[in-house]
């Protein structure tokens, strides 16, 4: 699956309401793939179970969550806004200073689904304090709404990354700043993962049974399946030749790997940092994690559409590609 430059590029300001026709008018697609425009630097997306929507992660100085429609391509910003609710839960999140809206640099996000229509959101958030703030997502209505309800701030000297939902209760975080995992629990505070020293983590996923983390490698370009809970620790890697952002699991069992490569080690940096981009290319691999093999199933030269890619999701019968360095679309490919 490939796509190249054809128009000019989209932008648009959320502003708390449903955007649509006029986005969708600006948002042509290229050859078989069309795009949601809109948020901007979507890094990270999370589909909310039995609705149209998928929550979006911009990860900016300025950031913000924001939801995104499938079936008509509109937007709706959820949070920070000026009627931001909020729902201090003291027995988990009893070390949580309060609710800050101000300085939200959104990064990785993990939802845990709910059975009433209502699901726990995990954001691990920078700028104002770094932590992992806590949401609860309330999709029964036409348009999904967040209600924050805690944050676990970071120990001194982490720099969180990827968070991911723990089956038996509480959270993962990556920090690739130190090279490791961390896991919090409302019991236990945060403990280093064993077995996580220096194992370059970007992104998270853990297995259903809570037996195994799935861990993006960025440096190593590789998938990382790393035991849980189990002594010795045990770890095994597949190779999918490019640097690993995010990873999230298929419907259908398979692990998705999403990420980039680079013409030299610090253009990456110069993309986000300065929009210099030039020789970037987003990739997708469909990951088997039993048997540790990989596929490409994406791959798109940088252009205005899709700048650096970090994400990959499916929703319905489409893959669905996020990206940071200031653009504002997110892919919509058919699968095959």
Not at 77 to 103: I, K
Not at 157 to 175: E, H, K
């Amino acid at each position: 699956m490939r796509a190249r430059t054809l128009g000019s590029s989209c932008l648009v300001a959320l502003c708390g309401l449903v955007l649509a026709g006029p986005a969708a008018a600006q948002c042509e697609p290229d050859g078989d793939t069309r795009f949601v425009c809109g948020p901007i630097s979507p890094e990270d997306l999370a589909v909310v179970p039995e609705t149209p929507w998928v929550v979006v992660a911009s990860w900016e100085d300025d950031g913000y969550l924001s939801a995104a429609n499938h079936r008509d391509a509109s937007t709706v910003r959820l949070f920070p806004t000026a009627t931001a609710q909020e729902r201090h839960d003291p027995a988990l999140y009893a070390d949580c200073p309060g609710m800050v809206t101000d300085g939200f640099r959104a990064h990785g996000i993990s939802l845990r689904p709910g059975g009433d229509g209502t699901h726990d959101l995990y954001v691990v958030r920078h700028g104002a304090r770094e932590a992992v703030e806590v949401f609860e997502v309330d999709a029964r209505g036409a348009t999904p709404s967040l209600t924050w309800t805690g944050c676990v701030v970071a120990p001194e000297g982490l720099g969180l990354n990827a968070v991911v939902a723990l089956p038996d209760g509480g959270f993962a975080a990556t920090s690739p700043r130190t090279g490791d995992i961390w896991e919090w629990r409302a019991d236990a505070g945060w403990v280093r993962v064993p077995g996580s020293e220096d194992i370059g983590p970007n992104g998270l996923e853990v297995s259903a049974d809570g037996r195994w983390f799935l861990v993006a490698g960025y440096a190593s370009q590789s998938v990382i399946k790393l035991s849980r809970g189990q002594t010795p620790v045990r770890q095994e890697r597949v190779a999918v030749g490019f640097n690993i952002d995010n990873v999230h699991w298929a419907p259908d069992g398979t692990l998705l790997a999403a990420g980039h490569t680079a013409p030299t080690r610090t253009r990456v940096g110069e993309c986000i940092a300065r929009r210099t981009c030039e020789g970037i290319v987003s990739f997708v691999a469909r990951v088997d994690t039993e048997a540790m093999t990989s596929e490409e199933i994406f791959r798109y030269p940088t252009n205005d559409w899709v700048i650096l890619g970090t994400s990959a999701i499916e929703v319905g019968d489409e893959l669905w590609v996020g990206q940071v360095a200031g653009g504002t679309r997110i892919a919509r490919v058919p699968l095959r």
